[in-house]
Nanobody
């Protein structure tokens, strides 16, 4: 069983930045594909950013150039989502996912609120 825990959410003004963290234990993240999803109020959960075991990344169009997903090379259990130029449309609960064939683990989410 892999436990996935997000942190770093909070309240930020439009144009601000925030960094989310996701820790997957007890396994190192290198054995799993990792991804961030978000769910805005009244909307379905959507893919936001992905980091694959080979090191490649991809992003949903609305966050390209503003969000960056990365690994912590010193702490193999942790990934980040660096978010910049935030707008109220980015307000959502952000979820971290660790998955590979036959396994799929989700965290409980962390709330990001962007004020106008």
């Amino acid at each position: 069983q892999v436990q996935v825990v997000e942190s770093g959410g909070g309240y930020v003004q439009t144009g601000g930045s925030l960094r989310l963290s996701c820790t997957a234990s007890p396994t190192g993240i290198y054995t799993y594909n990792m991804a961030w999803y978000r769910q805005a109020p009244g909307k379905q959960r959507e893919f936001t950013a992905g980091l694959f075991t080979g090191g490649s990344t991809n992003y949903t169009n609305s966050v390209k150039g503003r969000f960056t997903i990365s690994r912590d090379n010193e702490h193999e259990h942790t990934i980040y989502l660096q978010m910049a130029s935030l707008s109220p449309e980015d307000t959502a609960v952000y979820y971290c996912r660790a998955y590979r064939a036959g396994f799929d683990f989700w965290g409980r989410g962390t709330l990001v609120t962007v004020s106008s």
